[in-house]
């Protein structure tokens, strides 16, 4: 190490906390919101979990990737939301260092399994119109089991492998956090280095986790495309397409969201529209998630009336919507 490294390790402070700046006007305001969205979201995803478990005619691989992905919803914005709605309430805006890197991994853990976990139900989709005669052989429950696992399996070592490059580089600047949570983009623009090599491998990371995935989802949905073209029946095609409909409409979302926020290119001006759009797939997929599979899911709402004690007949098929 020469003098003038040696010099400045000696007279940077290091930052030990982060202001996160986020929505802070109208703090009582927020709160209600935020509390009221929360509750929704617990409920509404926690509700398609007990449904989805509780009722035989739902035990399908459909339901299951279902029952997965709203429990992985219910954790997501546990990881934001709780944080913002105490911020509110006290008034204290700080977060300390690791508490803002366990906040960022959990945030991209969870946000890289579930970009997996869409991918694992457009392939069910896929085998479910496409190979239907093979569908219940290939699509057992060890391997909707073992491809929810992987897609959390997959996202741990790279998360900790993306928080380890942010976290390694020195903060001893400004700590005021441009976000609502410890998000890597405006984390990454305080470290007071050379930051260029770190921002394209983590360009590269996010890379790997939204495009591959989408690559796998637009590949399915192509398939499935051609086959529900070839339907000789219109009220058959459009039946097999409405089971489809509401995972493209979650994926439209998501995707749309996170790929403008994690892989366009920074500029000033970027920042208040990634805050609003971190806000569409942090919190609003989640709250519009229970809404999008149930409202024109048949079997999901009998199932919700039968739960509720009133039972009406339901024709078990493999999960296809109504």
């Known amino acids: 190490m020469d003098l003038g ?7 940077q402070s290091t930052v030990q906390v982060f202001i996160l700046v986020g929505y802070h006007t109208y703090p009582a305001l927020l709160f209600t919101v935020f509390l009221a969205t929360y509750t929704a979201i617990l409920l509404g995803n926690g509700l398609i979990v007990v449904v989805t478990t509780l009722d035989p005619a739902l035990h399908s691989p459909m339901y299951f990737f279902l029952r997965s992905l709203s429990g992985l919803e219910m954790c997501y914005t546990s990881v934001t939301l709780p944080k913002m709605m105490a911020n509110l309430v006290s008034g204290d805006r700080s977060i300390s260092l ?5 906040q960022m991994f959990f945030l991209l853990f969870l946000g890289g399994a579930e970009c997996f976990l869409l991918a694992a139900m457009a392939y069910d989709r896929y085998l479910a119109i496409c ?25 741990l070592p790279m998360q900790l492998f993306q928080i380890g490059i942010v976290f390694s580089l020195p903060f001893c600047g400004s700590n005021e956090i441009d976000h609502f949570f410890c998000d890597y983009p405006p984390v990454l623009s305080l470290a007071c280095a050379d930051t260029y090599s ?9 890379s790997i986790f939204l495009m591959i995935p989408f690559v796998l989802i637009l590949a399915s949905y192509v398939k499935i495309t051609k086959t529900i073209l070839r339907m000789p029946s219109a009220t058959g095609r459009q039946k097999t397409f409405s089971t489809c409909s509401s995972h493209l409409t979650v994926v439209s979302l998501f995707y749309g969201s996170a790929m403008i926020v994690y ?15 971190s806000l569409l797939y942090t919190i609003i997929i989640p709250l519009c998630n229970p809404l999008i599979y149930t409202l024109r899911n048949r079997e999901v709402k009998i199932a919700f009336r039968r739960l509720l004690g009133r039972k009406r007949p339901l024709e078990v098929g493999t999960g296809m919507v109504g």
């Not at 490294?5 to 007279?11: T, V």
């Not at 190979?131 to 992987?150: K, Q």
């Open 98 to 102: 690791p508490a803002c890197a366990s």
């Open 263 to 277: 892989l366009h290119p920074k500029n000033p001006e970027s920042v208040k529209v990634n805050k609003l759009l």
């Open 131 to 155: 190979l239907p005669l093979h569908y219940m052989t290939i699509m057992s429950h060890r391997m909707c089991v073992g491809m929810v696992a992987a897609s959390f399996a997959i996202s």
């Open 5 to 11: 490294q040696a010099s400045y390790k000696e007279n």
């Open 198 to 206: 770190n921002e394209i491998t983590v360009y590269a990371e996010s």
